[in-house]
């Protein structure tokens, strides 16, 4: 049964960081591009980072994609495992964690827009 299981949230202090792990298993995660979500109680899902395919973004040789600037995405296609380094956590940050695994179809550098896998998400909860 191919799936994607995420790990490593916990209680962190503000001002903390935390790596976020998404492990694939039943399938070869480096042929899928990967984006991190989550969501916050009453609040709608958000994208917080694409890890794509070859891990750059097309024309440039910085890291992977990140829509926020205290998310760094990235891929270790030897473990079948993707990342997600938050630093600078505050308390809005909490909230479940997900990664979610698509497909691309010869695109490299971003995330489709529907995706294949979805894992049952991490609780990260930033308190003092």
């Known amino acids: 049964q191919p799936q994607v299981v995420e790990s490593g949230g916990g209680l962190v202090q503000p001002g903390g960081s935390l790596r976020l792990s998404c492990v694939a298993s039943?399938?070869?995660?480096?042929?899928?591009?990967v984006r991190w979500f989550r969501q916050a109680p009453g609040r709608e899902r958000e994208g917080v980072s694409c890890?794509?395919?070859?891990?750059?973004?097309?024309?440039?040789?910085s890291s992977v994609d990140s829509e926020k600037d205290r998310f760094t995405g990235s891929r270790d296609n030897a473990k079948n495992t993707v990342y997600l380094d938050i630093n600078s956590l505050n308390p809005e940050d909490t909230a479940v964690y997900y990664c979610a695994a698509g497909r691309t179809y010869g695109n490299y550098y971003s995330c489709p827009p529907v995706f294949d896998f979805y894992g049952q998400g991490t609780q990260v909860t930033v308190s003092s």
């Open positions: 890890v794509s395919i070859s891990g750059r973004r097309e024309g440039t040789t």
């Open positions: 039943g399938f070869t995660l480096a042929d899928y591009a």
